[in-house]
């Protein structure tokens, strides 16, 4: 016999929108101990709710397409957040190591390698300098098992992985190993599993707690799968093409450009009830913000969305 | 004055595996390790008993030595396409098509000498293995016996030597041995017992038609005197001090013997001093007593065979973690750590259940040496989870294979949070590889190579640290041709512009359907021409038509000509007008044999001009 809640939604759901809740609560304590990091992009950091990247969370990016620029710009993240630790007091401080898990084989490090020394500017040089370590599972299990073991470690840095279809249980998991051990996960999820696994639970589902825009549909074609994540925030990348640039310069295949917006967040947080979006350049030299090209827009706030799938029923719902 | 048996078992790898499966000995048997991008090397190969008439057309018949000759041009270090044409030129076709090929072990062939070495007790008590020089590869083809007086209880040194090789012959071994004042002199005799009498009374020279000899005998104090005539390289050197040795005209050992002492030094490399005083007993040699006499192992055997089905993972653990705390406690004593070890599961006399009574052994590896039992035991474990067990176990046996020096530091009270953090990545990467794989976590190292898939290597986590500082390899060719959209100007000549390089590889191109190319502005002489130059102006990928807007290349990559048949490829950055970038390329007609390395490509001569994907700005 399936229990129905206030809004006719299975008491599952219900009870995992109250789990939402406490980990809300507990997480706003566990929020004011940890310090958070910048991510090395001005833009990226005026986007994020904390200002930064704060150490022990996860980080959802989603990429519009295969080849829109998301891995390239959470892997210079990572690089940031390596480069941070080994910038220590110590001068013998170990190597911060980022893991990234790369399940299909498709991780091709040279295009990469070079932003470990920041361009030459001396990123991560005042320790070990920070270096990659691929691990390539051959399973979905072996994947979650290894992001999960990658986060707990004290010693790892940054944890990049572009997992495929992934069951809530598994993000709760890694979350909390984050917690536990410091790392920040980054994690880039593709077009076609994202809104497939918010809150399916074990049936399989789609996701029935849906957070669409009210008003002012957004610019871009992102579509806006605001469901709640465990993650600390959930950062949409959206490519932007040459073309579309009118009036910049060309700057060849070394400058990216991308449309940053805010898809979502914690559940109950203030910040995944505005969508802002901003647009950074990308180096794809050194894996820096372009130099000059800082005049990134201004975050806007396209409204606040009105409704959520839940309306009722849920403490953390929105106000 | 000491005396030193020195027993040489040539192409050991290959001779082990003999041992093991004797039905080898038929067929040509080649040992090869991986190296990177799937190149298998040739670590040794032998056939030990090779057809008389070579089957190879147009050789003649019954000229074997001939084809010995031939098949003895494979060497290590040559790829396994190498060895296997010249093993059809010395024997046909056929001989490759029964050839049997297997993965190197070193661990395996380390651990059935040492095996060995215990059984070679019977000569005398202390038996070490060799010590390879450093900077080389551990692989140990020798045992040295230290025979100093207990010649006697075998008649004397020479029906000892005689022994010691028909010992090992009846058990199926091939030995060679000698014995000498110094280990180095021994295994000097040892490896040119061909060019050597067995009786050192009889002749001082190497003797004519001593072939096949397989001992040799050095009297007390006559090292220099009988081995002098022998090559220099039987003094264990490296090939660049041969090869400085040759340029001064100085062959054989008694001609470095008579180069003056003094200069030496400071004439050749140290290491050409240091192998002539020990070949001469002026340094003395310690012998390396092999490991598994020190390293400790521990049993539990169990009275009544124990069923794995009733049995919880937590109650194996806790045999398990006795077993390694008994294994790694003396070696933590001595400052040390494991860094590899066997667990074997006897299983039981299982009648009638049809599996086999072999003992199912897990390795363990781990990429420092660790003296946390907790940890090797969590290892243990999770190979554990991933293996099929037996249904029954009558002991387990916990053996430490190796064992390493461990990194002791003075502790704070507290603990130092950057050592422990430092720690605990490599107890994560021992746990990663325990689960995934050893080649499934690597560190990726950047190589100067224009083809872009030997651009990097993957090294081991903890080598990658050490290999950094060594010098890449010198770029390989590498031609640009500008064409007219490109924009990149001040990219460095070397194809490792990281901007030009997409973050995500296809495993193998893809080719691009409905590739639209742009009309030309300006008519261009030939169509061939214009095609050449113009970027696509749209591709279909995924069932979506894309429009390229912007394009950057060409960037012409050629495979290297030492890698085969030659590929040539140019390759596009291009953006798409919903912002992707993909990393496209034509191929160009090449020679027809480049389509093997190029995967899912068909023969140039069939698609020449087609666009591929291969990787994308992801």
Known sequence: ???????????????????????????????????????GFRPLDRLLPAGGVRLGSLVEWLAADDASGAIALACAVACRLAGSRGTGDEAAAPAATILIVDRGGRFYPPAVLPWLDGGGNGVGSGGGRPRFVVARPSTDDDEIWAIDQALRCPGVAAVLAWPGRVHPTAMRRWQLAARAGGAVGLLVRGRLVRGMDGHAMSSGRRPEWRCEPAHAKPTHDVPM??????????????????AAAAGEPSAGPSVRRLRLSLAGGPWAGEAMLEERATELFLDMATGREAAGRRRAAAVTDAGRLREWGLREGLECRAS | MPRILTIWLPRWPVQRRLLER??????????????????????SWAWATPPRAPHRVGLPAGNAATARIHAGRIHEGMSLAEGMAVLAAAHGSRACQVAEVDYDDPVADRAALEELARSCRRFAPIVALEQPPAGEASRPECLHVDVTGTADFFGGEGPLVRTAVWTLAVRGVHARAAIADTPAAAWAAAHHTDSLSADPSSAHLPMRGARHRRWALVPPGGQLR???????????????????????????????????????ASRFDPQLSRQLSLFTGERPEPLAVPCSTELPTATHPFDVPLSLRDTTADDLAVILERLVEACLGPLAAAGKGVTALQVRLDRGQAIGLGEPSAPLVIDVGMFQPTSCVKHVVELVQLRMARLRLPREIVGITVDVVSAGQADC??????????EASAAQVTMLLDRLSGRLGRRAVFEPLPLADAQPEHAWAAVPPMRATKRR?????????????????????GVPAIAAAPQRRPLWMLPQPVRLESVVVAAAAEPCPTEQASAVVRPPAGFRLEGRMRDVVKAHGPERIETAWWRGPTVRRDY??????????????????GSAGGSRRAGAERPAAQDGGAWFLHGMFS
């Not at chain 2, 005539?229 to 050197?237: H, I, K, N």
């Open chain 2, 469 to 489: 500082a060594m010098p890449v390899p010198a770029p390989s060719s590498v031609r640009r041709r500008r064409g007219p959209q490109q924009h990149d100007g």
């Open chain 2, 226 to 264: 009988l081995l002098g005539p022998l090559p220099a390289a039987a003094l264990g050197l490296d090939a660049d001090v041969l090869a400085q040795l040759e340029g001064v005209g100085v062959g054989t050992i008694g001609g470095i013997a008579r180069l003056p002492r003094k200069s030496l």
């Open chain 2, 409 to 418: 530091r003075q502790r704070t009270l507290f603990g130092e949070p950057a």
């Open chain 2, 22 to 43: 004797p039905e080898l000995r038929r067929v040509p048997v080649f040992v090869c390790r991986r190296e990177r991008r799937g190149v298998m090397k040739v670590v």
């Open chain 2, 572 to 589: 596009y950055v291009v953006e798409t007008s919903d912002g992707g970038r993909y990393w496209i390329f034509r191929r160009l007609g």
């Open chain 1, 1 to 39: 016999m399936v229990t129905h809640g206030p809004a006719g939604l299975p008491a599952a759901n219900l009870l995992s929108g109250q789990l939402f809740g406490w980990d809300a609560a507990v997480r706003r304590g566990w929020e004011r101990g940890r310090e958070t990091v910048s991510t």
């Open chain 1, 225 to 242: 799968h605001a469901e709640p994540t465990w993650a600390e925030a959930r950062v949409a990348v959206h490519p932007l093409a040459a």
